[in-house]
């Protein structure tokens, strides 16, 4: 019995220290709560807060002094005008109507009086082109020329040993070579290039490739200007049947074109070759700038 008692209050007093361990502990987590929720320490366990650090601020670096230096004038732009664009050219006419225009076209370009009689005819470009076809055959277009073949006939001279050309014949194509000297190959060039296309249509009617008109050009031109250098005054002459012929197969041998620019002595065929060479550096200079 005594024992079992014993027991029982070292029990009682065990749970009573039970309950105090269980009392304390609830204080604790209230204190701890409080501390959270309210941020407030107890006064005895409160820990002063270490003062701010100041750091002073740097002393801003003064900036070097800057020269008051006057900004540049801007630039003025250089505005550069656009190429002015070339003037639209009216639609070539067809061939057999182009004579109106051809006229109009060289209207301002001194041609004299036998130009004016070449334009007044029909067929104007036509025409043109037939006189390149001869005179590259080294055919004289004597029905084609604005001027008329002399009427007198072709003077001579006999002595009762032989016959030979008289130099007093040479005059009769005075007005011819003057004419030729007066054109302005240039201005016509130039007055007559947008009709190309033309002219080497009526060249094709020859049955040649329209664009050999360019070297038909040249190549009559040439005829012309390479006539040999020769007086023929003085050039002895033999009949044939009605007509005369020159004695010396060298000029008898030359083409009908040469022959006939010898007949207008040596300062008439002056003039017509040196026509004929500037026609040709003109023409040549044409063909390279052309598209």
Do not use: C
């Not at 309950?19 to 407030?40: E, M, R, S």
């Not at 701010?52 to 900036?63: D, N, Q």
């Not at 008109?213 to 049947?241: C, H, N, Q």
């Amino acid at each position: 019995m005594p024992d079992t008692f014993r027991t029982r209050r070292l029990q009682t007093g065990a749970l009573t220290m039970a309950q105090i361990l269980l009392i304390a502990a609830l204080i604790g987590v209230v204190a701890v709560g409080a501390l959270f929720l309210t941020g407030v320490l107890p006064q005895s366990e409160q820990v002063p807060a270490p003062p701010p650090t100041i750091v002073p601020e740097p002393e801003p670096e003064l900036a070097d002094p800057v020269e008051n230096t006057p900004a540049p004038a801007p630039e003025t732009p250089v505005i550069e005008e656009a190429p002015a664009p070339a003037p639209a050219q009216d639609p070539l006419p067809k061939l057999d109507e182009s004579d109106d225009e051809v006229r109009d076209a060289v209207a301002d370009i001194p041609l004299g009086n036998a130009g004016q009689q070449y334009l007044m005819s029909s067929n104007v470009i036509e025409r043109g082109t037939s006189m390149v076809y001869l005179l590259v055959q080294g055919e004289v277009p004597y029905k084609l020329l604005p001027i008329a073949r002399p009427k007198e006939a072709f003077p001579i001279a006999d002595d009762g040993t032989q016959v030979t050309v008289s130099a007093e014949g040479f005059a009769r194509y005075d007005a011819l070579a003057q004419w030729l000297m007066s054109l302005d190959v240039e201005a016509l060039a130039a007055a007559l290039a947008r009709f190309t296309p033309l002219f080497r249509e009526a060249w094709s009617y020859y049955g040649e490739e329209a664009e050999a008109f360019d070297y038909a050009v040249i190549s009559a031109l040439d005829m012309v200007a390479s006539t040999p250098d020769v007086d023929l005054a003085g050039a002895r002459l033999v009949r044939k049947e009605a007509v005369w012929l020159y004695e010396d197969p060298a000029i008898e041998g030359l083409p009908a074109i040469q022959k006939q620019v010898l007949r207008m002595g040596p300062d008439n065929a002056a003039i017509v070759k040196d026509k004929a060479s500037q026609a040709r550096t003109v023409w040549v200079a044409a063909l390279s700038e052309a598209p």
